[in-house]
């Protein structure tokens, strides 16, 4: 383990006992000691690179004090293009910024589009008087305008400001403004949530000495086998899940133990949204909580959901809502599949600017495209069995498939990338494209049409998950 990893760990390992303490505070001592703890967090392990992430917290701040009818997308474009040169600063003659600099960096840019358009229709809102206005149904909007201080509170608060889970700027309000936070649930489904970690851990710790990454990059490694060269990469993406899986869940263990994201059952929350409909618990009845706000992964449904796209769904929850809510819906394209491609593309971006992130982001509107084809070319003819075999088959493929694009997105590098799907054929890509010829022959040559973003609300994809379920919910 690394002196960087060893301190990622520290930080959230003693974010969970310092959570609970938390509990106990008064809104604005919450607020100020929340806002204390995270900058000595960032000015801690970032040092001079702090100014970075303070750079782009007034820089929104302006924005939203300036320019409130396109608040929203002024900040998009402002974090972004700040992000780009937070990442070329050594062309500047600047010191490189440290890794925690840009974990910080990336959580911050999305919290900032967020406030951002959260203020922007508050203040649409207030100028049309309609008090049901909202850019999409089911997200609350803010009960009023942050000030400086409360911008500054959100960016630097000490809950996931580095590992995540990403939350609203009305969240972290609720949070603060929590009646009674001793009363809510918190030991119990922090230990629920904390369970699997060190499985996950020594899960990490004894594959990944076994299977080192770096013999991938190795030329002994292009003499294995071509089974052995296949089966390695299945091998990387285990490795890489048991880390996110353990740092995510060791993540939201922070968040509930000091309440955040705690909401009931009935307010209906989903990850990075909070709650989708109004509620009002009943006095006289028990309520129950959850902390589905600040879910950022479904370790099980990530490993055993069927379809890529719903393998989307189940990781990095937080930010996938993000991107379907604030990127996907604004895309310069109509089609389906090239609006997946874009929100890919600044999923990408977002993550850096290495060759792989792309390379990896971009094959998952293939992938989709591909499995779209099958299902209504192939599975829509099948009985039940049939289309059990079927499930089975397309299970395996996009297990395999999400093992092909992790390598890009480990490897980084464009050469090392390449030179490894060269190795296998690029036999993902081989096969999506087979997959969408043969869907086509088998229906004539007929397109499926906008049938992708269908199925997407059909069975509540992560495009728009949130407004189908309201919907269904109110008829």
Known sequence: MSPDELVYLGVLAASIPIGFLFRYLS?????????????????????VHTIHSLLTVIGTWIIIKTCRRSASALSLGWTFLYLLFFRLVTWFGLPPPTPFANAIQLLLSLKMVSLANDVQNFHLEKKED?????????????????????????SYCYVGIMTGPFFRFQTYVDWLKQPNPLSLPGKTPCLQRLKWVPVFGALFFAVNSVFPLAYVRDDEFLDRHFLFRLAYMTVVFFVFRMRFYAAWCGAEAGCISAGLGCYPEEALSKPGAGPTVSYSPDPNSPVLYDFKTIQNIDCYNTDFCVKVRHGLR????????????????KSPFKAYTLRAGWTMFISAYWHGLHAGYYLSFLTIPLCIAAESAMESSVRARLGPRGQNIFDWVHWFLKMRAYDYMCMGFVLLKFSDTINYWTSIYFIIHIIAICCIVFGRVMKGGKRDGRRGEREEKKDGGTVSEIQEEVREKKD
């Open 27 to 47: 809104p604005p001592v919450k607020q100020g000691a929340a806002l204390v703890l995270g900058l000595s967090i960032t000015i801690a392990t970032c040092q």
């Open 314 to 329: 189940y990781w990095n929850m937080t930010v996938q809502w993000w991107l379907h809510h604030y990127i996907y819906p």
């Open 130 to 154: 309609v008090s049901s206005f909202s850019e999409s149904p089911g997200v609350r909007g803010l009960s009023q305008e942050p000030c400086l201080y409360d911008v500054i509170s959100y």
